[in-house]
């Protein structure tokens, strides 16, 4: 009722302030109203208008009912005016939302009706417009109202979970009323009117693990000390129900998947006390001996397992490391094992997790401890040395068969099989050593020589006897040591001079020596001069006892014109057990020095120094002389490339024109070598015509025209030319090749080259050429050729003419 009230009072105040003093809500009332005098004539200037009147409406009903099923259309209200007296003179109209089709109206009596059922979730309300017009005249009588059609709610949609089903997860071992998720219900229905939209929550499936608060909607646990080792997931279904709750409301419900998330409240177990591992004594240390595992019920994190050893008799031989991805516990060698020496161990291994969680310190300690214990099994090893490597001295030249040292190894199994010796031959190619077999003793097979090398390197292989595939290497290193076998010698060429000026007494040059061999405390040398017991008049050798000498000058006055080289020999001996010497020369020149006794020169310029040339002049003399060699060589060369010029075939006369190409000619049909319309136009032969390959020395010898102007003809042409060069008297004494052939390979004409001419010379005993020796014997065979062929030429020339 209060609801209508107000809806009233936002009508009356959109129908322009009408007086609502006698509206009266219950139905069957009417809404009296007196019309008012004029109020708007003035606005117009006199002009006639709508007065404003006060309006009388009368609604039966204001609200109308959703989904409203019956056959009749659904009374909605009526609209009455003052001006209607009964006599049907008012006409009553509706406009607006749905006016027409979702509501009609009686135009005499103002009845509404609602043509068809409506949902208040499509649209909560309608705003249509009313008119009361004279029904003869469609004159307004009253201006044009507006009013609300609100669409009455009923409870015809229940409560529904928009975002279901849920998904949510809760550490295990949580205390009752711990927190899961909030889930929330939605009603479509109209929240403001009776319970349609009022949901409360509960719950159909998960008790008595979970509970629901029925207002809110919040989840929370009602279960203390849930495992999730003993269960992970629940499933709880929560439904919503409107009306409050009550019997008759509708309901929605929606499932929720929770699990219990893991928390370290498990420790780590082994599931044995003891476990028993072998292993091979040959194993390699950092090798894997055996694995152990402690299971931890958690997971993810909370299952990692840390793995220690217990202090005690595994602890020094043997470590453990955690695979992180099975987390188990793999025991690792850390020193090499030896049955002979112990074949078991026995010690504890500790499992502890790695995270702790403080909440459960109460359940008892988190770790575990097992007893390890791994016996040592026996392998058959091969020989073990005495030493890691062995190293000898021995002489060089040392007779061959001498014994330098010993080798020993040993079987430390437990059948201690004998042992065999040999050299690896890959570290000993040249056979320089020999070992005995049996007692490992090591001798020279060679004769050794450190000069060429120092130090020898081989490889001993010890085998055992009852298994000869195990073996064992060890490297002995034989250092070859120096006797005194070289003689000494100076130490370089040493490029001695004494100056002109030089004084008695003075020592113009030091010197040294050098050794092949390599004494054991250093090599001492000392110089001294052959001739000290014969009377020397120029030079001597003064030793200054630090393997040093100098050469020191007995008179001065050196002079280059007298005597410019001189030869000092010195005597060096060394310092070892057998005293070697060896004699060296020193070749002193005779130079020219400055004031101070630094060197000017020792060349060969003070021989021309009395002719009075100086270095200048003669550097000068020897430019000179290249210079005209240079001009000898250029005006040499000219003169050949001039007379190449002259023996050069000039490219106008078409007689001694060869033409060189390296294509194979294709017949008759190649006319593209050789320029054919020379041969063809006899016009182009002019007379007088000479050769221009060879010098005009024995005159000028007039040519006659051999080819008259008709000639067509050109195999006739060229046996013509060919005459005619045979029978020249101007042509040179050698060989000339003229090629006048232009027909290519498959031609009909033979060879028309002037090698094989018609006329040839007369024929002539070229034999004598053989008996002139292997330098003619090339020759020899070429005349011989030509004689035998001669007479194939002429027959075949004249088979040429003939066509």
């Known amino acids: 009722m209060l609801r209508r009230s107000c809806l009233l009072l936002v009508l009356c105040f959109l129908f322009e302030q009408s007086s609502c003093a006698h509206f009266q809500s219950r139905p069957g009332q009417e809404w009296p109203h007196s019309q008012t005098g004029p109020s708007a004539a003035g606005r117009n200037g006199g002009s006639r208008g709508f007065q404003r009147v006060k309006r009388g409406w009368v609604w039966n009903q204001f609200f109308v009912l959703e989904e409203y099923m019956g056959s009749d259309p659904q009374y909605v209200g009526k609209l009455h005016t003052d001006l209607d007296k009964g006599e049907s003179a008012v006409k009553y109209t509706l406009s607006g939302d749905g006016a027409g089709t979702i509501f009609t109206i009686d135009q005499i009596t103002g009845d509404i009706h609602a043509l068809r059922s409506l949902d208040r979730e499509e649209k909560p309300y309608y705003t249509l417009r009313a008119q009361a017009v004279d029904i003869e005249t469609n004159r307004p009588l009253e201006p044009e109202s507006e009013f609300v059609i609100k669409v009455q709610d009923i409870n015809d949609n229940e409560p529904k979970f928009l975002e279901g089903p849920y998904t949510a997860s809760v550490p295990e071992m949580s205390p009752v009323g711990t927190y899961v998720m909030k889930v929330t219900a939605t009603d479509a229905d109209d929240p403001t009117y009776g319970n349609s939209a009022r949901v409360v929550y509960s719950i159909l499936h998960g008790q008595p ?13 009602a279960l203390p000390n849930m495992d999730r080792e003993m269960k992970e997931l629940y499933q709880v279904l929560i439904q919503a129900k409107d009306m409050g709750g009550q019997l008759g409301g509708l309901a929605g419900t929606t499932t929720i998947n929770i699990t219990l998330s893991d928390v370290n409240d498990n420790p780590p177990r082994f599931s044995k006390s003891i476990f028993h591992l072998r292993v091979p ?4 240390v950092g090798s894997a001996v055996g694995r152990i595992k402690a299971h931890d019920l958690d997971i993810g994190k909370n299952a990692e397992v840390e793995y220690n050893i217990v202090p005690g008799d595994g602890g020094a031989m043997f470590d453990i490391t955690t695979n992180e991805h099975n987390q188990e516990g793999i025991i690792m060698l850390k020193k090499p094992l030896d049955y002979e020496t112990k074949k078991a161990y026995t010690f504890k291994v500790e499992a502890s997790n ?7 310190h109460s359940f008892g300690p988190f770790k ?12 058959d090893e091969p020989p073990v040395f005495s030493k890691p490597s062995y190293a000898m001295d021995v002489y060089e030249d040392t007779p061959q068969g001498t014994i330098i040292g010993a080798v020993t190894a040993q079987d430390l199994d437990a059948g201690n099989s004998p042992v065999r010796y040999s050299i690896d031959w890959k570290s000993d190619l040249d056979s320089f050593f020999d070992i005995d077999p049996v007692r490992g003793t090591i001798s020279t ?3 050794l020589d450190r000069e060429s090398i120092a130090q020898h390197n081989i490889s001993v292989v010890a085998t055992k006897v009852n298994n000869p595939v195990l073996t064992s290497k060890v490297a002995v290193t034989v250092h070859v040591l120096d006797i005194n076998e070289f003689t000494p010698e100076l130490a370089m060429p040493y490029e001695t001079f004494v100056c002109e000026s030089a004084k008695v007494g003075q020592v113009i040059q030091v010197i040294s020596a050098r050794d092949q061999d390599l004494p054991q405390a250093g090599q001492r040398f000392s110089f001294r001069s052959p001739q000290e017991g014969v009377k020397t008049k120029n030079f001597t050798i003064r030793d200054f006892g630090n393997n040093t000498a100098g050469v020191v000058t007995l008179r001065g006055g050196f002079k280059r014109r007298s005597q410019e080289i001189y030869h000092l020999p010195v005597l060096i001996e060394d310092g070892g057990l057998q005293t070697l010497s060896s004699t060296g020369t020193l070749t002193i020149r005779v130079c020219g020095c400055d004031t101070d006794g630094s060197l000017l020169t020792c060349s060969a310029e003070a021989i021309f120094l009395p002719v009075g ?6 550097i000068a003399i020897l430019v000179c002389i290249v210079i005209l060699l240079v001009i000898v060589v250029l005006y040499v060369g000219v003169r050949r490339q001039k007379k190449k010029e002259t023996l050069m075939t000039s490219k106008e006369d078409i007689r001694d024109n060869v033409i060189h190409y390296d294509d194979e000619g294709g017949g008759e049909e190649d006319t593209h070598a050789f320029d054919m319309g020379t041969l063809r136009n006899p016009k182009v032969i002019k007379e007088n015509m000479f050769r221009r390959d060879v010098k005009p020395e024995l005159g000028l010898c007039p040519r006659r ?5 008709n000639s067509a003809d050109i195999s006739n042409f060229i046996s013509l030319r060919l005459q005619e060069h045979e029978g020249d008297t101007c042509a040179p004494p050698y060989d000339s090749l003229a090629t006048y052939a232009y027909e290519g390979e498959g031609s009909v004409a033979d060879s028309l080259s002037s090698i094989e001419s018609v006329k040839g010379e007369p024929e002539e005993d070229y034999d004598y050429l053989n008996e002139w020796g292997p330098r003619f014997k090339t020759l020899a065979g070429i005349f011989g050729q030509r004689s035998e062929s001669q007479s194939d030429v002429t027959s075949s020339t004249t088979t040429e003419n003939k066509h």
């Not at 029925?214 to 646990?221: A, C, E, L, M, Q």
């Not at 040339?613 to 003669?618: P, R």
């Open 209 to 221: 693990y979970f509970s629901v608060d029925p207002k809110t909607g919040v989840i929370r646990t």
């Open 281 to 284: 004594e040959s194993s390699a």
């Open 354 to 360: 790695a995270h702790l969680d403080p909440r459960f």
């Open 368 to 379: 575990d401890t097992a007893t390890v214990k791994i016996n040592v099994l026996d392998v």
């Open 445 to 447: 097979n060679e004769l």
């Open 613 to 618: 040339l100086s270095t200048g002049a003669l």
């Open 705 to 709: 025209p051999v080819v008259s102007q």
